[in-house]
Structures are given as C-alpha cells and as structure tokens.
Antibody, heavy 125, light 108 residues
Framework: QVQLQQSGPGLVKPSQTLSLTCALS??????????WYWIRQSPSRGLEWLAR?????????DYAESVRSRISINGDTSKNQFSLQLNSVIPEDTAMYYC???????????????WGQGTMVTVSS | DIQMTQSPSSLSASVGDRVTITCRAS??????LNWYQQRPGKAPNVLIY???RLHNGVPSRFSGSGSGTDFTLTISNLQPEDFATYYC??????????FGQGTRLEIK
C-alpha cells in the first residue's frame, strides 16, 4: 500500500521559512512513472500547485510562478522522501499543504492518485 | 495558466437523485481531465481520469464525459457518502496543473 506521510510545523512566523517533509512508503521516489508535488489549499486560492520534482537519473524540479522566487523542493532517494521550503512567508501563505504523487498512466494521461494527510500551516506571529 | 471553471458552485440533492457537474477549460485540454472528490478534513480522492475512465475501486454510479474544453461529471443514484466537494483538474499543461474552484454537493 503506497502512503505519503507529511511532517512539519503547523505554525510559522511571518518572514520565516516553512519547511515540510513527505515520506513515501510502498513505492520509490525514483519511480519512472511518477512525479511528486506540493499543493496547497485555501479558501481564497483553492487548490494550487506549488512545486514538482521527479527523478530520471537526476532530480528535476519545477515551480509555480506565484512562489518561484522563494520556494524549493528537494527529493532524497536515500531517505525515500521529498521536502518543501517556502521562504519569507506571509499571512497569505496560510493554507492546508499537501504532498501528492502524480502517476502517468499513459502518454499525457496522469492523475494525483496518492495524497499525504495534509498539514495546516498558519503564518502568524 | 489554464483556467478551470466549474458550475454550479453548490448543489442540493437527495439520496437517489442524479446530478451533473460541469467543468469548462479556458483552452482545449484534449481529454487530460480528472475529477476528484474531497470530504471535509480529507485530501482529494481521484474518481475519474482521462475525462471518462473510472479509477480503480470507484463505484460505477460515477461517470465522466467530454473533451476539448467542456466536461461533465455525473453521479447517478446518489448515496449518503457522495455528499462532498468535487473538483476537476487538467493535466494537459503539466507541471502547471490547475483545478476548478469546486462544487459542493449538499443534502437537500
């Protein structure tokens, strides 16, 4: 059974760094058919992708324009996990954060089939 | 980014009813369209992928159709556990995936 387990603090002060980790069991982060996302959800912005990483001999990363200047995603094959860092957080970064697997089922056809349990992150002093 | 617009935003129905939710993309996404169900306090769960294919284990009362810019999710014979929020999501522009704003299905 494939599972994603999230960890990280639920409260971050403004201007500080939000750090979350997603540990994978039952699969490998180096899977040829999968990529790994961080997605957040808030009443004002809905479901919003933030970052993607995947492994093909090395790690490749992509970032949403809205957070590109202050975000990083890192995959770790030795620990079978991936992580998110969002710098200089503001109150508008308050949201439920999810990690998720996107599985490619056929050419161009992919779906988020495994999700972490979610971490509610509040940005407040 | 491709904008996904769902309608209605909310919907009231009774157990046993049939309901339809629509999703419109701001440009063609071919059939790279997925539907998810989200219950309160939980992560989304995939129902339909590639516009019309039922994901493993999803009851056959769920069905999807459409291609290009217009898509529908239909739930027949509503069951109590179906009252939740539903989202469409395009994977045409991966990694820049986008979701609809959601349709909340409530018990009448």
């Amino acid at each position: 059974q494939v599972q994603l387990q999230q960890s990280g603090p639920g409260l971050v002060k403004p201007s500080q760094t939000l750090s979350l980790t997603c540990a994978l069991s039952g699969d490998s982060v180096a899977s040829n058919s999968a990529a790994w996302y961080w997605i957040r959800q808030s009443p004002s912005r809905g479901l919003e992708w933030l970052a993607r990483t995947y492994y093909k001999s090395r790690w490749y990363n992509d970032y949403a324009e809205s957070v590109r200047s202050r975000i990083s995603i890192n995959g770790d094959t030795s620990k079978n996990q991936f992580s998110l860092q969002l710098n200089s957080v503001i109150p508008e970064d308050t949201a439920m954060y999810y990690c998720a697997r996107i599985e490619t089922l056929a050419r161009g056809i992919s779906t988020f089939d495994i999700w972490g349990q979610g971490t509610m992150v509040t940005v407040s002093s | 980014d491709i904008q996904m617009t769902q309608s209605p935003s909310s919907l009231s129905a009774s157990v046993g009813d049939r309901v339809t939710i629509t999703c419109r993309a701001s440009q063609s996404v071919m059939n790279y369209l997925n539907w998810y169900q989200q219950r309160p306090g939980k992560a989304p769960n995939v129902l339909i992928y590639a516009a019309s294919r039922l994901h493993n284990g999803v009851p056959s009362r769920f069905s999807g159709s459409g291609s290009g810019t217009d898509f529908t999710l239909t739930i027949s014979n509503l069951q109590p556990e179906d009252f939740a929020t539903y989202y469409c999501q395009q994977s045409y522009d991966t990694p820049r995936v986008t979701f609809g704003q959601g349709t909340r299905l409530e018990i009448k």
